[in-house]
Each structure stands twice: as structure tokens, then as C-alpha cells.
T-cell receptor
């Protein structure tokens, strides 16, 4: 149980285009989903927290108009990187939290990540 | 002072030895504690969670929590080369579902055959 998928696993795009990344909880209802970014050899950086049916809460310094987050259902959240530029190239990882057979005390289960390269 | 601190390593142990990974946290009221394993180029994988003082064992892994000392550790017995990864300590201050995790910077573990 507690499986989270992400799609695509990698994407290459041209500068100025938009990229959408999907995050799905496959066997539990994710009341909250999180989006992280990780640069090589660096720690995870939380970008935003989204609750189903509500607007996402962005961390300080993260541009909400550039990184659009939608959490329309209990199993799906999307992150759209708008007008991507080379500096947006990174490893984007989602995680999900919700009632699972494992417990109810704040575990987050991570998707496999999406590697974005902007040319 | 960082909210969650770990030694960055690398920590090198021989195959079959016990690897001991340590983590301290600054907020005394923190409720839930987690250890994640992250292989290079992959996303984190939850390997242990602990909520109350004492030890919690799962296979070769033992998590230890001491709230008075604000200290949580992970022991890996009979370490294998496949255990080589970065281990992330994470704290959910309020222990609530949907709460943010505060991560340490991670400890890189290398298990030598």
C-alpha cells in the first residue's frame, strides 16, 4: 500500500514552453500532496503544499504564477511549470499524505520523481 | 541552528557491520519522526517511522527516539552494499496528517564489500 506515481518520469522541453507533471496516489486517498524540487547533491526543497479542493500554499520564494498546482481530486495533483527556462531544470518530486493502512501520523509517501531538462 | 540536523558524512562501514545514523531536532514539541532512504538519482523511500520514546525494530532496521534529548537515530544491522544511500531524517512537528516534514540534510552511507 501507499503507492504514489508520477508522470512523466523525465521530460525535455524548449525554453519558454510549459510542462505539466502529474502525481497520483494509487491505493489511498491523498488529502494533502506536496511538491518538492531537488538539485544535484542538494537537499529536498519544499515548493508547495496542496489540499484537495483548495488553493496550494507556496513556500517563501516560490513563484505561484510560474509553478501552477492543482489538486482537483483525492488521488491526483498536477504541477505545471509555465514558461520554463534552463534554470528550472531539476528533479521534481511529489509526495502524498492521507489515511493509509500504515497509520495516520504524518507520513509522506513519495512519487518516483520527474527529471525536467529545459534546453 | 537548523531545525533538523544530521552529519552529512560520508559514513563508511564494512559489510556486515552496524551502521549508526544520528539526527537531532530543535523543536521540543515535535511529534512524529521518520527515516527515508534516497538512492542517487531516485526519490526518497520511507523506511521507518517512530512516534514514542524507545526503540522500534523492523527487520535489520531499528529506530530509536529520545524526546528528552531531542534525538532520533537509525541503526542498520548486518549492513549490505545495497544499503549504500543517503538517509534523510524528517520531523513532522505536529504529528498531523498533511503536516509538513522538516528534513535534515541527509547522511551519506557507504557500505564497503
Amino acid at each position: 500500500g501507499a503507492v504514489v506515481s508520477q508522470h512523466p518520469s523525465w521530460v525535455i522541453c524548449k525554453s519558454g514552453t510549459s510542462v505539466k507533471i502529474e502525481c497520483r496516489s494509487l491505493d489511498f486517498q491523498a488529502t494533502t500532496m506536496f511538491w518538492y524540487r531537488q538539485f544535484p547533491k542538494q537537499s529536498l526543497m519544499l515548493m508547495a503544499t496542496s489540499n484537495e479542493g483548495s488553493k496550494a500554499t507556496y513556500e517563501q520564494g516560490v513563484e505561484k504564477d510560474k509553478f501552477l498546482i492543482n489538486h482537483a481530486s483525492l488521488t491526483l495533483s498536477t504541477l505545471t511549470v509555465t514558461s520554463a527556462h534552463p534554470e528550472d531544470s531539476s528533479f521534481y518530486i511529489c509526495s502524498a499524505s492521507g489515511p493509509t493502512s500504515h497509520g495516520l501520523q504524518g507520513e509522506q509517501f513519495f512519487g518516483p520523481g520527474t527529471r525536467l531538462t529545459v534546453l | 541552528q537548523k531545525e533538523v540536523e544530521q552529519n552529512s558524512g560520508p559514513l563508511s562501514v564494512p559489510e556486515g557491520a552496524i551502521a549508526s545514523l544520528n539526527c537531532t531536532y530543535s523543536d521540543r514539541v515535535s511529534q512524529s519522526f521518520f527515516w527515508y532512504r534516497q538512492y542517487s538519482g531516485k526519490s526518497p523511500e520511507l523506511i521507518m517511522s517512530i512516534y514514542s520514546n524507545g526503540d522500534k525494530e523492523d527487520g535489520r532496521f531499528t529506530a530509536q527516539l529520545n524526546k528528552a534529548s531531542q534525538y532520533v537515530s537509525l541503526l542498520i544491522r548486518d549492513s549490505q552494499p545495497s544499503d549504500s544511500a543517503t538517509y534523510l531524517c524528517a520531523v513532522n512537528k505536529h504529528g498531523n496528517q498533511g503536516g509538513k516534514l522538516i528534513f535534515g540534510q541527509g547522511t551519506e552511507l557507504s557500505v564497503k564489500p
